[in-house]
């Protein structure tokens, strides 16, 4: 009887019912442990549920959410023996103020944010000026470009804008220092330029600088898992920042000012959310000056994000230091920081240039290895001709 039982399919049938119950069973657990937060894991929370509501809506706009934000959404792995986690309308943005779309028109990777105008009253206005004519053709330009700016109807206080698709700035890591000195030298030119144009961001922190890394990823990523691919079927591959160099840009203009031409020090209190460990705010909440706020912000994003984290960056340690001052009468204006920093990095050989951008946590077994092969890909670069600093010319 036991042989004739492996061409009967009741008790593979009777397996596949058994972990299906043990897996209803499993969620049951583990929404009792949540409470009311969600029916399920992997399930829409309170706070993704305006999206559904307007799901129809943004459709007819011209905007398509995501499958898990329909209103007769059923998970695609409910009746399944599939795990949750790796099923694409399982995943959900970082920020429950934000969702990830696709435009209609074509079909291009879109994010969409909510924002309140009594919140923030001039973001929109903020970014429509810093992306308008002749502003927006400028080389030095580094800030967002919103795609559109959808009016909720019937919610006064209900504003959507339309970004591009962005990931960090760091992600994936630098490879070369050339690498690192294209990535400082577009956020000084970038901030530069906001401060000429008198425009302070008030909240340059490094989750406010992203990369548009299109040419570099020649399959989409998924918006919410983005070393993945957008199907979530293996890792997205990426080309090395060397071969096709991405733009930095700033987001978020929240809580950023315009000012007059002829305010020269104009003065602004601390809001919450902003300014968060700034030493000037330390011991008085006074209104300060914020364009010496934006270059300590632009500092501490430096030395965070880059100082502390690769090795062979002590040229740009002087100043980042001066930009970290804690009067920020001595720190240097955006004008002196790259009067400052064109030479500092113009004095490296191009060999320097070239060499790998290596973590201080590396592991001392691997590195030999990883010299190596990176020395055997600057060959390939040097034989293409491809320049050391990516976004500058040979």
Same mark, same amino acid.
């Given at each position: 009887m036991g042989f004739f039982t492996l061409f009967d399919s009741k008790p593979r049938a009777q397996k596949k019912a058994e972990?299906?119950?043990?897996?209803?069973?499993?969620?049951?657990?583990?929404?009792?442990?949540?409470?009311?937060?969600i029916a399920f894991p992997g399930g829409i929370g309170p706070d993704e549920m305006w999206w559904r509501d307007h799901f129809l809506w943004l459709k007819d706009v011209g905007y398509q959410l995501r499958s898990r934000h329909a209103?007769?959404?059923? *998970?695609?792995?409910?009746?399944?023996?599939?795990?949750?986690?790796?099923?694409?309308?399982?995943?959900?943005?970082?920020?429950?103020?934000?969702?990830?779309?696709?435009?209609?028109?074509?079909?291009?990777?879109?994010?969409?944010?909510?924002?309140?105008p009594s919140l923030h009253p001039y973001e929109v206005?903020?970014?429509?000026?810093?992306?308008?004519?002749?502003?927006?053709?400028?080389?030095?330009?580094?800030?967002?470009?919103m795609l559109d700016v959808l009016h909720v109807p019937n919610e006064v206080d209900e504003t959507i804008l339309v970004l591009p698709l962005l990931r960090p700035f760091d992600d994936p890591p630098f490879e070369t220092i050339g690498e690192i000195i294209d990535f400082a030298l577009q956020v000084f030119e970038g901030?530069?330029?906001?401060?000429?144009?008198?425009?302070?961001?008030?909240?340059?922190?490094?989750l406010n600088i992203m990369?548009?890394?299109?040419?570099?990823?020649?399959?989409?990523?998924? *918006?919410?898992?983005?070393?993945?691919?957008?199907?979530?079927?293996?890792?997205?591959?990426?080309?090395?920042?060397?071969?096709?160099? *991405?733009?930095?840009?700033?987001?978020?203009?929240g809580i950023s000012r315009r000012y007059q031409a002829w305010q020269v020090a104009p003065l602004e209190p601390p809001i919450w959310g902003g300014y968060k460990g700034v030493p000037e705010f330390q011991t008085s909440n006074e209104p300060r000056n914020p364009f010496p706020t934006d270059v300590w912000y632009l500092g501490y994003a430096l030395q965070q994000q880059l100082l502390e984290v690769y090795r062979g960056l002590s040229f740009m340690e *002087?100043?980042?230091?001066?930009?970290?001052?804690?009067?920020?009468?001595?720190?240097?204006?955006?004008?002196?920081?790259?009067?400052?920093?064109?030479?500092?990095y113009s004095a490296l050989s191009p060999w320097k240039l070239r060499s790998r951008a290596a973590m201080k946590e590396e592991s001392i077994i691997m590195r030999p290895f990883r010299a190596l092969f990176h020395w055997l890909r600057c060959l390939?670069?040097?034989w293409r001709r491809r320049p050391a600093i990516p976004s500058l010319p040979v």
């Open positions: 972990k299906a119950e043990n897996f209803r069973l499993e969620l049951e657990r583990t929404r009792q442990l949540l409470g009311t937060k209103p007769n959404w059923v *998970p695609s792995w409910q009746g399944t023996d599939k795990y949750w986690g790796v099923c694409e309308d399982s995943w959900q943005m970082p920020a429950a103020q934000i969702a990830s779309a696709t435009r209609t028109s074509d079909g291009a990777q879109v994010i969409l944010k909510r924002i309140q206005e903020v970014g429509r000026f810093l992306t308008s004519e002749p502003l927006r053709r400028q080389h030095e330009n580094h800030c967002v470009e901030l530069q330029f906001m401060h000429k144009n008198h425009v302070a961001h008030r909240d340059c922190m490094n990369m548009d890394s299109r040419q570099m990823y020649p399959h989409p990523f998924h *918006p919410c898992e983005p070393s993945r691919r957008l199907d979530l079927k293996g890792w997205a591959k990426h080309r090395p920042r060397t071969e096709c160099p *991405p733009r930095y840009l700033f987001i978020d203009f *002087p100043l980042v230091s001066d930009m970290l001052q804690t009067d920020p009468a001595k720190r240097p204006t955006m004008d002196e920081v790259m009067s400052r920093f064109v030479p500092t390939r670069f040097l």
